[in-house]
């Protein structure tokens, strides 16, 4: 299957849940009718995008489209209005000259942080580079156990200390050994934080700080990863996340288990933080770069 079918793929439950009824109303309509236009707000909706852009997405489509509109019609029309609003929400991963290039990868419990690091791990690994995880999540031990099993099935290595140990020597040690080693990336996955306990988010400080004492910089890249069956609930804890260490940018997923897709355009508009990539199932290849024209194409286009 190729990426762009794995996107359409992961995207099913968000797509069928919004296009299949405006289907059967289109079948009975020759336009963009007053009903029509409620019903098409009112999906818009349930799909996560919000009320203030679901209201804007069908005041534009009233006010360019006015002639009868085909389903086809209406999905191309709707993709130019998904593509406007997200256009500029990606943006490539630029190494940086001295290694590693660093990764602070967070986000709440059960967001599917850790498993996003291996994937990631797993990309970097298939491109030809090398791959560093530290395990910081020390206040679980089956956490460090999860990212030792991980980078073990993708061939890559992981730093790790007992349980309880502190989170920053971990990346202390893990950020030394893969500036000895000549690491091209090294990826650190921290614990599963809570937005509202804030010494846990003043622990992610820390650990930013750690890596500024060592590098001379901050972490390269600080990633949040959304779990996209929250929806806009996410908005909260990113923008905590956000004071805490200044996010780069976001990997949402789980898009192929939620109706909520469209929770990805509020989350941008809002942020204005990049989209880097999207997760649309649990095997190692199902993490995709964000494209904004591939993701609205395959979130309207049957």
């Known amino acids: 299957m190729g990426l762009f079918e794995r996107l359409r793929s992961g995207l099913r439950k968000t797509r069928e849940a919004f296009l299949s009824p405006l289907e059967e109303t289109l079948k009975t309509r020759k336009g963009l009718d007053r009903d029509l236009l409620y019903e098409l707000e009112e999906l818009l909706i349930l799909a996560d995008v919000g009320p203030e852009l679901a209201e804007e997405i069908v005041r534009n489509l009233a006010e360019r489209y006015t002639d009868s509109l085909t389903p086809t019609g209406l999905e191309a029309a709707l993709e130019e209005e998904v593509f406007s609003i997200l256009e500029g929400a990606e943006r490539a991963i630029v190494p940086p000259r001295e290694k590693p290039c660093v990764f602070l990868i967070v986000g709440v419990n059960g967001s599917g942080k850790t498993t996003t690091a291996a994937k990631l791990a797993h990309k970097f690994k298939s491109q030809g580079k090398s791959v560093l995880l530290a395990a910081a999540d020390t206040f679980r031990a089956a956490a460090i156990d999860q990212l030792v099993e991980l980078g073990e099935r993708v061939g890559v290595e992981v ?64 990633i949040l990863v959304i779990d996209a069956t929250v929806g806009q609930n996410a908005l909260s804890q990113a923008r905590l996340f956000h004071e805490a260490v200044g996010l780069t940018g976001l990997v949402i997923t789980k898009l192929d288990g939620t109706a909520k897709g469209g929770a990805v355009l509020p989350i941008w508009r809002e942020l204005g933080v990049p989209i880097l990539w999207i997760g649309v199932g649990e095997g190692m290849e199902d993490l995709l770069e964000f494209r904004a024209r591939d993701f609205a194409r395959a979130l309207v286009r049957r």
């Open 159 to 222: 730093i790790s200390h007992r349980p309880g140990a502190d989170p920053g020597a971990v990346v202390h040690d893990a950020l030394e050994h893969a500036q000895k080693r000549g690491y091209d990336f090294l990826l650190v996955d921290t614990a599963g934080r809570l937005q509202t306990k804030v010494p846990l988010m003043a622990e992610l400080a820390k650990i930013r700080r750690v890596v500024e004492k060592l590098a001379g910089r901050p972490p390269d890249e600080r």
